[in-house]
């Protein structure tokens, strides 16, 4: 059975990990609260090239042994409700490992089209920002992950506490608009993402307190 580990490591950044394999997604430097982020993996890719998502300096690259073996899809959009005028371009990436699909959703500011929520398609899990101001907010994220309709939904681009930009929201409004059975605490910085996952909403811990 095909697995992919999915790791925070804060704000909009993940990890993850699948077939031996290494991409670390929207890697930051100078976000309130988190210290400096060092990481490695096999590739990397950021929605954006604002420091806070696009700081490949971060990520120590180390060539894979033999074909890469997951793909990425890119689908387009904007940073803003107002075609990138206001904060320029935002890129989707749809990560495919072995029939899992995993859609990172960077700093989206809009409502998806038909035909993007199309080109994105089926989704195991949805790491989907909720923050609002500089993304869409929970109501907007919820309005997302409704049309997506992912097994897993993991918030990101919310503040944590003293973590995070002052001018966005925590995660509780995001939590509150599903059903409580649904939302789950994890402990922890991670989750293995399989074809037997439950349907959740799955709010991960900062692991480097």
């Known amino acids: 059975m095909a697995e992919m580990k999915i790791q925070w490591l804060g704000l909009s950044c993940f990890r993850l ?6 991409l670390v997604l929207d ?15 096999n590739a990397v890719c950021c929605s954006h090239l604002h420091g806070d998502h696009g700081y490949i300096e971060a990520v120590e690259l180390t060539p894979f042994d033999g074909p890469v073996p997951f793909t990425v899809q890119k689908v387009a959009c904007f940073h803003d409700d107002c075609q990138g005028q206001k904060r320029g371009k935002n890129t989707i990436h749809i990560i495919e490992y072995q029939g899992l699909r995993v859609a990172h959703f960077g700093d989206l500011g809009h409502p998806l089209s038909t035909g993007q929520l199309a080109a994105v398609g089926r989704l195991d899990a949805a790491l989907v920002p909720v923050g609002g101001f500089y993304t869409i907010d929970a109501a907007g994220a919820k309005a997302l992950c409704d049309a997506l309709q992912p097994r897993v939904i993991i918030p990101m681009h919310y503040k944590d506490g003293p973590m995070g930009h002052d001018a966005v929201d925590g995660v509780e409004p995001f939590l509150s608009l599903w059903p409580e059975n649904l939302c789950v605490h994890s402990a922890g910085d991670s989750l293995t993402l399989s074809d037997d996952t439950p349907r959740q909403v799955l709010r991960l811990t900062y692991g480097g307190r």
């Open 17 to 22: 990990e699948m077939g031996g394999a290494a």
């Open 27 to 41: 890697p930051y430097t100078g976000v309130r609260g988190y210290p400096e982020l060092h990481t490695t993996a």
